[in-house]
Structure formats: structure tokens, C-alpha cells
């Protein structure tokens, strides 16, 4: 079946660094796209979305970059800080013709370790 | 910042017990959910529900499974007899009107099967 992956299941990088986490996805038919952040014993927190007639959208300290041409979406933080450890997740919103309910497809996550 | 809230946050029922999951999504939300995660393993989908009813559900909502709004603000989930294998994470969501709306989680319940 379709699904939502990550490359790269878990990324150190250095203070002040910066991140960069991808999400390969197969469902031509998705539309929308979230990242999240999900710190120990808490659930996913919204950090950034990007709907597919875009391909590129910028937050504060973070970008998400959307190829469709290869179904890759990734997720670059700026300046990493300690409090950005914690594990990523992108989850993708198939296109429907329903108006009723969305169910989101996450991928595995990866683990994101900033270090002093 | 609304925020969506779940209780109680760790529940431990033995095999076989029914379990009901409580949620308080944010208030001006039509759209809610329920997801679970397996220790280790990614977000997965249950259902989604809207205007009084399940809108959407996935093939881990089985007939063990029910969802119910049973005043304007709280949101349950409700499972009937509990297996071993239910236990996990489970995440209340919610958004607002319309498509490409992002989902709201809650900080979750742990659910533990003895």
C-alpha cells in the first residue's frame, strides 16, 4: 500500500547547526502536508503545514520544501537549539471528496538529537 | 493558546475491561479524532468524527471500538472489552472547518492491558 517514510531514522547535529529531516511520500493523491514535533510523553505539536499548490513555506526558525516531482518533503530548522530535540513526524492528508473527516497518514519519525 | 485535553493520562485495566477514553477538544472545532501509537511505532489512525457521527474509520476500528460526543464539549472513546494488543497511546485531535485544516492533539492517555 501507499505510505508515508522518513529516510533517516534518527539525526545528532550540534547546536546552532542546522536540521534538515526528510519524508518521502507515495500517495500522488495527497494534498497536504504537516510536520510535528513530539516531545517525550506529549502528543505531536504542530510546527508547520504546506498545501500541494505550494513548494515552499516558511515559519519562524523553520521551512518546509515540497517536490512533488518526487514526492519529497522535508523539514529544515535554523539555528537547532537543545529544545528542538525531540522526534519528527510528517503526516500527509490524502485528497478526498469527502467533507466530513481527514484522516492524517504519519510517517515513523525521526529522532532528532541537538547537542552543546 | 486553546489547547486539546485528555484524561485520565495513564489508565491501567485488566484483559477484558471496558476503557473509556475522554477527550475535550478545542471548542470552536467541528472535526475530531482518535489515533493510537504503539510504543516505538508511528501515529496511526482510528476515526474521525463530524457533525454527530463517524465520518471515517480505519480497519483497527473494530466493532470493540465506539466514539461518542456525548454533550458539546467532551469526546470519548470507548473500548468494549480490551485485548492485550490495545495497549498504547492514544491521541485525542481536533480542527477546524473544512479541509486542509491542521489536527490538534492532545498530550494523550496511556493505556496499559494487564
Known amino acids: 500500500g501507499e505510505s508515508v517514510g522518513l529516510h533517516l531514522p534518527t539525526l545528532s547535529v550540534q547546536e546552532g547547526d542546522n536540521s534538515i529531516i526528510n519524508c518521502a511520500y507515495s500517495?500522488?493523491?495527497?494534498?497536504?502536508f504537516i510536520w510535528y514535533k513530539q516531545e517525550s510523553g506529549k502528543g505531536p505539536q504542530f510546527i508547520i503545514d504546506?498545501?500541494?499548490?505550494?513548494d515552499k513555506r516558511q515559519g519562524q526558525r523553520v521551512t518546509v520544501l515540497l517536490n512533488k516531482t518526487v514526492k519529497h518533503l522535508s523539514l529544515q530548522i535554523a539555528a537547532t537549539q537543545p529544545g528542538d530535540s525531540a522526534v519528527y513526524f510528517c503526516?500527509?492528508?490524502?485528497?478526498?471528496?469527502?467533507?466530513?473527516?481527514?484522516?492524517?497518514?504519519f510517517g515513523k519519525g525521526t529522532s532528532l538529537l541537538v547537542t552543546p | 493558546e486553546p489547547e486539546v485535553t485528555q484524561t485520565p493520562s495513564h489508565q491501567v485495566t485488566q484483559m477484558g475491561q471496558e476503557v473509556i477514553l475522554r477527550c475535550v477538544p478545542i471548542?470552536?472545532?467541528?472535526?475530531f479524532y482518535w489515533y493510537r501509537q504503539i510504543l516505538g511505532q508511528k501515529v496511526e489512525f482510528l476515526v474521525s468524527?463530524?457533525?454527530?457521527?463517524?465520518?471515517?474509520k480505519s480497519e483497527i476500528f473494530d466493532d470493540q471500538f465506539s466514539v461518542e460526543r456525548p454533550d458539546g464539549s467532551n469526546f470519548t472513546l470507548k473500548i468494549r472489552s480490551t485485548k492485550l494488543e490495545d495497549s498504547a497511546m492514544y491521541f485525542c485531535?481536533?480542527?477546524?472547518?473544512?479541509?486542509?485544516?491542521?489536527?490538534?492533539f492532545g498530550d494523550g492517555t496511556r493505556l496499559s492491558i494487564l
Open positions: 485531535a481536533s480542527s477546524g472547518q473544512g479541509r486542509n485544516q491542521p489536527q490538534h
Open positions: 500517495n500522488s493523491a495527497s494534498d497536504y
Open positions: 504546506i498545501r500541494s499548490n505550494m
Open positions: 503526516a500527509e492528508e490524502p485528497r478526498s471528496n469527502s467533507n466530513s473527516g481527514y484522516a492524517l497518514n
Open positions: 471548542s470552536n472545532h467541528l472535526y
Open positions: 468524527f463530524y457533525n454527530n457521527e463517524i465520518s471515517e
